[in-house]
């Protein structure tokens, strides 16, 4: 499986993401710049967290025009797995592949520690090497990290069970303690939490190896013949 890492000027994590993904995972990533137009090549879309373009304006509201989102937004119509983290989140909020908003933190600071999540849903492409309701452990680290919609969105959030994952101990003020969402076909994952930053117990935990593991089995099954 190929993976493309989305660098935007500013991006911080995306050496986290590439790691993850080629040294824990054993797949091939490309970084991708921002200017690029095309990712036919790719069968799966990563964007990282950082500060693209500064987070002026907003966050990921300028990185929403790079001509790179048109291709982001032709992949995921394709059905392949995009994950947006952290700053990418705020990205794919911004470009309309997902719904609601991102505001400021509720004690307006910026926050930079392990947090426990639980798995809402495990039966998405992101998420079926988790149990359902399983607590999992994930660094978060940002300043403008609280989700919100409006009541009308969260009921159809969560009846569409587009809710992945919740934090336990809310540190931010986001609505219904959200901590990650998808689009309503499941292919498309926001997320504040940093999976790639838990890959190895050496880090803290692996709890977030077991994400891309669960991408790339998905994968497998639809594109890799056994007989």
Known sequence: MRFACIVFPGSNCDVDMYHAIRDELGEEVEYVWHTETDLDRFDGILLPGGFSYGDYLRCGAIARFSNVMEAVKKAAAEGKPVLGVCNGFQVLLEAG????????????????????????????????????????????????????????????LEANKQIVFKYKDNPNGSISDIAGITNEQGNVLGMMPHPERAVDQLLGSNDGLQLFKSILRTWREAHVVTS
Do not use: W
Request: net charge negative; hydrophobic share 35%.
């Open 97 to 156: 592949l997902l719904p609601g908003a991102m505001r400021r933190n509720e004690n307006l600071k910026f926050i930079c520690r392990p947090v426990t999540l639980v798995v809402e849903n495990n039966q998405t492409m992101f998420t079926t090497g988790y149990e359902a309701s399983q607590e999992i452990t994930i660094p978060v680290a940002h300043g403008e990290g609280n989700y919100y919609c409006d009541e009308e969105l969260l009921k159809t």
